[in-house]
């Protein structure tokens, strides 16, 4: 990689840092990197959650910018800073506008910001709404796998909403060796769910059901992912978990406290998943106390603690950043690798302190 040295009055050349070209990788780039490599990007999420159980990550608070004029519209910014072999530092900006799938267009778009941590300069810009369901999916695959151990394995899956984030769970299902002898479907818009069914089809996934209501799908599944765009919890019934399924709630807001209260309930990160609003917030705020919590995905891989198989499980992933930075950066690497990354020349144009 080609880098720029700026002029420093009285420094020897060879101490000036160098100042990395800033890279565009739109999202063409990046979906070409990261199709058929969802076992590599389980393996790099899995080595990310234990860098950040072992406290080589920094990953502050996600900020929220929300709208008065556009209640159920947001836009999140997650800085974070990844440890390890592959030190990178940097920025997600993804915005949530739910509206736009009635006009057709995704729900979500974003750009991922990589920054060098030697000089602090930005050194790439990543179309992220891929790399945001990649990461997504991957700990949703690493969870169900994790999680199911102990237990006589699913076999029934069930979507409860048919979007992207769906569409690529099933995927890294399908990749990382998961069959189902069936899979059911539940979305509000009928128009989605019919889609999803079509997609699961052609797909190969055998025999898909679309469920008139939320129970019925919850009842007959043992493995379930929520991935909806819910801002408060819909589901109160713990007796429709009676069979002891395992729950990926990936969208956070769908389940009621009680629902938590009668489960066995893992986070990717405590203190991240329990605020703005979370099913597992509500429940803390309802409690007084976390101890609900069995733990962290961390913890299970570790073998910290041991997922008990007579109770619902309930896996509750904030999203960190340092995940789309661990996906970002091999992305990145991988591009530059081939030699096709699209320079940016004179991005940074003031490189002298005085001009």
């Given at each position: 990689?080609?880098?720029?040295?700026?002029?420093?009055?009285?420094?020897?050349?060879?101490?000036?840092?160098?100042?990395?070209?800033?890279?565009?990788?739109?999202?063409?780039?990046?979906?070409?990197?990261?199709?058929?490599?969802?076992?590599?990007?389980?393996?790099?999420?899995?080595?990310?959650?234990?860098?950040?159980?072992?406290?080589?990550?920094?990953?502050?608070?996600?900020?929220?910018?929300?709208?008065?004029?556009?209640?159920?519209?947001?836009?999140?910014?997650?800085?974070?800073?990844?440890?390890?072999?592959?030190?990178?530092?940097?920025?997600?900006?993804?915005?949530?506008?739910?509206?736009?799938?009635?006009?057709?267009?995704?729900?979500?778009?974003?750009?991922?910001?990589?920054?060098?941590?030697?000089?602090?300069?930005?050194?790439?810009?990543?179309?992220?709404?891929?790399?945001?369901?990649?990461?997504?999916?991957?700990?949703?695959?690493?969870?169900?796998?994790?999680?199911?151990?102990?237990?006589?394995?699913?076999?029934?899956?069930?979507?409860?909403?048919?979007?992207?984030?769906?569409?690529?769970?099933?995927?890294?299902?399908?990749?990382?060796?998961?069959?189902?002898?069936?899979?059911?479907?539940?979305?509000?818009?009928?128009?989605?769910?019919?889609?999803?069914?079509?997609?699961?089809?052609?797909?190969?996934?055998?025999?898909?059901?679309?469920?008139?209501?939320?129970?019925?799908?919850?009842r007959d599944s043992d493995l379930i992912v929520f991935a909806t765009v819910a801002d408060r919890p819909h589901i109160d019934d713990p007796d429709?978990?009676?069979?002891?399924?395992?729950?990926?709630?990936?969208?956070?807001?769908?389940?009621?406290?009680?629902?938590?209260?009668?489960?066995?309930?893992?986070?990717?990160?405590?203190?991240?998943?329990?605020?703005?609003?979370?099913?597992?917030?509500?429940?803390?705020?309802?409690?007084?106390?976390?101890?609900?919590?069995?733990?962290?995905?961390?913890?299970?891989?570790?073998?910290?603690?041991?997922?008990?198989?007579?109770?619902?499980?309930?896996?509750?992933?904030?999203?960190?950043?340092?995940?789309?930075?661990?996906?970002?950066?091999?992305?990145?690497?991988?591009?530059?690798?081939?030699?096709?990354?699209?320079?940016?020349?004179?991005?940074?144009?003031?490189?002298?302190?005085?001009?």
């Amino acid at each position: 990689m080609t880098t720029m040295r700026p002029a420093h009055e009285g420094v020897p050349q060879a101490d000036v840092p160098a100042v990395p070209p800033f890279a565009v990788i739109p999202g063409s780039q990046v979906k070409h990197v990261l199709d058929g490599r969802e076992k590599a990007m389980v393996e790099v999420i899995e080595a990310t959650y234990r860098l950040h159980g072992a406290a080589r990550t920094v990953n502050p608070p996600s900020s929220f910018l929300r709208f008065p004029d556009r209640p159920t519209s947001r836009i999140i910014a997650l800085p974070a800073s990844l440890g390890g072999g592959s030190r990178v530092d940097g920025l997600k900006w993804i915005s949530s506008f739910p509206t736009n799938v009635a006009a057709g267009i995704p729900r979500a778009s974003g750009v991922l910001i990589l920054n060098d941590p030697a000089t602090g300069y930005p050194y790439a810009c990543l179309e992220t709404s891929i790399i945001s369901a990649v990461r997504t999916a991957a700990s949703a695959a690493s969870a169900a796998d994790r999680l199911s151990r102990g237990r006589p394995r699913p076999t029934r899956l069930g979507f409860v909403g048919a979007g992207l984030i769906a569409r690529y769970i099933h995927t890294y299902l399908d990749a990382t060796g998961w069959s189902f002898d069936a899979v059911g479907v539940h979305d509000l818009s009928a128009g989605s769910a019919s889609a999803f069914r079509t997609y699961l089809e052609q797909s190969g996934a055998g025999r898909v059901t679309v469920h008139d209501s939320a129970r019925e799908l919850i009842r007959d599944s043992d493995l379930i992912v929520f991935a909806t765009v819910a801002d408060r919890p819909h589901i109160d019934d713990p007796d429709w978990f009676g069979h002891n399924p395992v729950v990926l709630h990936v969208s956070l807001r769908d389940l009621a406290p009680q629902v938590l209260l009668s489960a066995t309930n893992v986070v990717d990160d405590v203190d991240h998943c329990l605020r703005a609003g979370t099913s597992p917030h509500l429940t803390e705020t309802l409690t007084g106390n976390r101890d609900f919590l069995l733990g962290t995905l961390d913890d299970v891989l570790a073998g910290r603690v041991t997922v008990p198989a007579d109770r619902p499980v309930v896996f509750s992933p904030f999203g960190l950043g340092v995940l789309d930075l661990a996906v970002g950066k091999f992305v990145y690497e991988e591009v530059a690798r081939s030699g096709d990354l699209r320079i940016i020349d004179n991005f940074f144009h003031e490189m002298r302190r005085h001009g």
